[in-house]
């Protein structure tokens, strides 16, 4: 199961993306430490993984592209420009590999980093550890 702290972290960090334009309009400041923490998840792979709009990065992408170039928007959020006009043209992918090194080697350590850090830095489970 998903702990809930990530899915709400996610969460916000998709609509303050998406609505706001946080991280592409302004930057947080510097004494903000969970805005710079989320910094970190923007361009991992895997980032949302848990949020239901899995689409995020594509309508950030839509939003402000024209307005602030699509290709320094696409590396901030991690993406290739070139996976996104071929996955939108609906052409088929190869079927994925499913040994075990490629299962290792497609681990986002970047996202997994993240999530540890919102979990132990999160109040509720800090008290149930303490406690």
């Known amino acids: 199961q998903t702990p809930l702290v990530i899915f709400k972290r996610e969460k916000e960090v998709a609509r303050r993306l998406e609505f706001s334009g946080l991280y ?45 170039g699509r290709e320094r928007i696409a590396e901030l959020l991690g993406m290739d420009l070139a996976s996104l006009e071929i996955g939108a043209q609906g052409e088929r992918r190869p079927p994925p590999d499913n040994s075990l090194l490629t299962w290792l080697t497609s681990i986002d350590i970047r996202y997994q980093i993240w999530k540890f850090g919102v979990i132990f830095t999160d109040n509720s489970f800090l008290y149930l550890t303490w406690y």
Do not use: C, H
């Open 24 to 68: 592409i309009t302004e930057q947080p400041p510097d004494d903000d430490v969970k805005g710079q923490w989320d910094r970190l998840v923007l361009n991992a792979q895997s980032f949302p993984s848990n949020y239901w709009d899995k689409f995020i990065k594509r309508k950030v992408m839509e939003k402000y592209g024209d307005i602030y």
